[in-house]
């Protein structure tokens, strides 16, 4: 049964807006008089911090956490927007307000609202989960140290967000919670180091497997491993061989394995995968939210163009389309034999996207839909389809990575089969140990290439291509980079967005990134 279940249980929970200083929740009873009534309302709680990564409020579709539009502002629509649609893959043609800014990666300002929800959504995750922490060590409710450790994961996963993002912020804990006076600004390096004690901390006790939407073992070895496989952006120091160690558990040490056809991953029942590690849970009934994959399946269908029952939608939005920077990663791509890349819409839509704004330039991405793999399910106005954040063909792409660039304990063959097992499960051709380690012939990396085969759409793009130095500057364009049909250099500062006005309007102690 999905966690999401006992949600609607403690819709009363927490309410209210947020700022980057402080959040207290207004409730009818405090957390600890609410665990000294009844022990097993953590769970419904800890339901509510997991779900403050999908859902926009505690009162359905409608409702917002924050004193931010419901519909545009949950957390993973901010990690689709900002590090899908920046990158050069995924365009969005609705224009409002910001979203050009991020389709063409120009003109960033630290007015943007899309940059502002993203912010506003990590500093309304980190204080429930200090307020909660601040609370644990006084009640007793059962497994009392693997529920600490989950908080400790939900703070540490919205902290690895501020770090890729923004690069720097507040570091807010339990220590400090309720604090009146402004935190002090910390830097990319001290959120790092915070985020990688957390996580060294709680790997040995979560559990391996737990509850399905829960963090586990292989979720914190997922977000170390991510952590490190970009600490040379983060901090300025290489860490490919602690990348490979945490990779590696991921694949030998946990219950995954890969699932046997692609598309079952991102259908309506791919809660029943063996593959996803760490999923953002979507329920049509229990957890509508316009900002879970709702938003990507029907903001990547259009009735005047695509089948909406197909997919299992009875909306269309017509608003993302992938560009040839995506499709073109598939060789031959009108005859090419990878699934992968069978999923995109093609009917009534043109190859080259010379207008972003116009619906039929560029294909619409159809890798996720709201219809069940296997057997039947009927149309709805929302998504039930999970969003697989973490998952095990990621953890073999990361250690092929890491071996290519030569970390210890790694070697080419092993990272050759891991590769070959992505490919080949999407019926696309092996590969060797020579074409690891060179280009393809656009001229980028081949485990690059096929990150952007594999996991584009998923919120990795952005930072991957900033972790290979092709996200700004000339050498890698793409369309509508910088504004321009062919894409044009964009400067070092956009490898980070600006710190919103309004967050630096509630701290003094914060400053702008460089540039903005």
């Keep these: 049964m999905k966690l999401l279940t006992s949600f609607v249980v403690f819709i009363t929970l927490f309410t209210g807006c947020t700022n980057d200083l402080d959040t207290k929740p207004e409730i009818e009873l405090t957390l600890e008089e609410l665990l000294a009534e009844d022990p097993q309302a953590v769970e419904g709680i800890l339901s509510r911090l997991y779900g403050s990564f999908a859902l926009s409020g505690a009162n359905g579709s409608g409702s917002s956490d924050i004193s931010d539009d419901a519909g545009e502002s949950p957390f993973l629509r901010g990690i689709v927007n900002l590090q899908d649609f920046a990158a050069d893959a995924m365009k969005n043609r609705w224009g409002d307000n910001g979203l050009d800014q991020l389709t063409t990666t120009s ?3 630290s007015e943007n609202k899309f940059f502002r929800y993203l912010y506003n959504r990590i500093f309304f995750t980190i204080p ?3 307020n909660l922490l601040s609370i644990l060590p006084n009640v007793e409710v059962g497994e009392k140290e693997v529920i600490i450790s989950e908080v400790r994961f939900i703070r540490a996963l919205a902290n690895f967000y501020l770090i890729d993002v923004f690069g ?4 807010a804990t339990e220590e400090n919670y309720g604090q009146t006076e402004p935190l002090p600004q910390a830097t990319r390096l001290e959120l790092f180091n915070f985020v990688e004690s957390e996580l060294l901390a709680i790997e040995p006790i979560l ?12 979720a914190a070895q997922m977000l170390l491993a991510k952590l490190y496989l970009n600490a040379e952006v983060y901090t300025g120091n290489a860490q490919y061989d602690n990348a490979a160690i945490y990779a590696n558990k ?3 040490e946990g219950p995954y394995t890969l699932a046997t056809d692609f598309v079952s991953i991102f259908s309506g029942d791919n809660n029943t995968s063996t593959e996803i590690i760490f999923p953002l849970i979507a329920d049509a009934q229990v957890s509508q939210s316009f900002g879970n ?6 903001g990547s269908l259009n009735a005047d163009t695509t089948p909406l029952a197909q997919f299992g939608a009875t909306e269309g939005w017509g608003g993302h389309r992938s560009s040839k920077s995506w499709y073109g990663l598939y060789r031959n791509f009108n005859i090419s034999t990878d699934v992968r890349a069978s999923l995109f819409w093609t009917n009534g839509h043109n190859y080259e ?15 996720f839909r709201n219809t069940n793999f296997t057997g039947s399910s009927d149309p709805s106005s929302f998504s039930s389809t999970d969003f697989p954040l973490f998952r095990l063909a990621d953890a073999y792409l990361m250690y092929a990575e890491c071996a290519v660039r030569g970390a210890a304990d790694t070697d080419i063959t092993t990272a050759v089969g ?57 050498t890698y364009l793409w369309p509508w980079k910088g504004g321009s049909i062919d894409g044009t250099s964009i400067p070092d500062t956009y490898n980070v967005y600006p710190i919103p006005s309004s967050a630096l309007q509630a701290n003094p102690n914060l400053t702008q990134n460089p540039g903005y």
């Design 250 to 252: 991921v694949i030998t």
């Design 128 to 130: 429930q989960c200090n």
């Design 353 to 367: 996207m010379n207008d972003y704004k116009e619906w039929t330039d560029g294909y619409p991405s159809i890798k």
């Design 107 to 109: 003109n960033w300002t």
């Design 168 to 171: 720097k912020g507040v570091l």
């Design 207 to 218: 559990l391996t497997t737990n509850t399905y939407g829960r963090a586990t073992k292989g």
């Design 418 to 474: 891991y590769v070959n097992d992505v490919r080949e499960r999407s019926n696309a051709s092996p590969i060797t140990a020579v074409d690891i380690q060179n280009n393809e012939s656009n001229g980028l990396p081949f485990i690059l290439n096929e990150r952007g085969r594999e996991l584009n759409l998923e919120g990795h793009r952005r930072t991957d291509l900033i972790r290979y130095g092709v996200f700004t500057g000339s």
């Design 293 to 298: 994959t709702t938003y990507i399946i029907n």
